[in-house]
Nanobody, 130 residues
């Protein structure tokens, strides 16, 4: 059974940067598409970014495109999210998620669907002050 643990969250001023990390145990190494989601108080969960198992294809929400970068190291079973030019509206709990291997064409159209991911971490809080 795959387990995911996030870390690296914290508080930062607007315009600053943070890097959050997800460490996986079990069968995460190169076998799953993975993603970051976030949820702010009183708001629905939002897909932030996703990456395919071969590390070549990435997808981003329009709200973070050009500011956030998702990457993974299959050898270390880690998933990173580098967040630059942070804004107060980026404040949320950030969750790492994994799903079983699937065709790239399918991920392209379904990466934002939280219901497609079967393993979730407990989250790490990111707070951006103005």
């Amino acid at each position: 059974q795959v387990q995911l643990v996030e870390s690296g969250g914290g508080s930062v001023q607007a315009g600053g940067s943070l890097r959050i990390i997800c460490v996986g145990s079990g069968s995460t190494k190169g076998s799953n598409a993975m993603a970051w989601f976030r949820q702010a108080p009183g708001k629905e969960r939002e897909a932030v970014a996703a990456i395919y198992s071969d590390n070549r294809f990435t997808y981003y929400a329009d709200s973070v495109k050009g500011r956030f970068t998702i990457s993974r190291d299959n050898a270390k079973a880690t998933l990173d999210l580098q967040m630059n030019s942070l804004k107060p509206e980026d404040t949320a709990m950030y969750y790492c998620a994994a799903r079983p291997l699937l065709p790239l064409a399918e991920l392209r159209f379904t990466w934002t669907r939280g219901s497609e991911y079967n393993v979730w971490g407990r989250g790490t809080q990111v707070t951006v002050s103005s």
